[in-house]
C-alpha cells in the first residue's frame, strides 16, 4: 500500500508560480508511474500531468502545456509538480496519484493510489 501526501498549496495571485510535492511512502516512487490530477469546485477531476517510470517522458493536458512541469526525485521518493504562470482557472485541488502500469495515462481510474489533495487558488 503506498501512501502520498501532496504539499505546497496555497494562495497565489495569477502569473505567480508555485510548486506541488508529493512524498510517497510504503512503495518506491521510481517504480510507478505518477500523475497529478485536479478538480475545482463542481467539475469532474481531470487529469493535469503524468510521468512515466522507466524514462521520465511527461504527458500534459493541452490547457498546461508550456506552463506546468511534472518531475521527481527518486533519492527524495517524492514527485513534483512545478506550476508557472498561474491563471484563476487554475484554482482547484491538487491530486497525485501512481499506477503501476508502464504509461503516462489521463485516464482517473487507471491509478492505483491517491493522495488527499492540496489546494491552490490563483487570485485574479
Known amino acids: 500500500q503506498v501512501q502520498l501526501v501532496e504539499s505546497g498549496g496555497g494562495l497565489v495571485q495569477a502569473g505567480g508560480s508555485l510548486r506541488l510535492s508529493c512524498a510517497a511512502s510504503g512503495g518506491t516512487v521510481s517504480r510507478y508511474v505518477m500523475g497529478w490530477f485536479r478538480q475545482a469546485p463542481g467539475k469532474r477531476r481531470t487529469f493535469v500531468a503524468g510521468?512515466?517510470?522507466?524514462?521520465?517522458?511527461?504527458l500534459y493536458a493541452d490547457f498546461v502545456k508550456g506552463r506546468f512541469s511534472i518531475s521527481r526525485d527518486n533519492a527524495k521518493n517524492t514527485g513534483y509538480l512545478q506550476m508557472n504562470n498561474l491563471k484563476p482557472e487554475d484554482t482547484a485541488v491538487y491530486y497525485c496519484a501512481v499506477r503501476l502500469g508502464p504509461l503516462a495515462v489521463a485516464t482517473e481510474s487507471e491509478y492505483d493510489f491517491w493522495g488527499q489533495g492540496t489546494q491552490v487558488t490563483v487570485s485574479s
Open positions: 510521468i512515466r517510470r522507466n524514462d521520465d517522458s511527461a
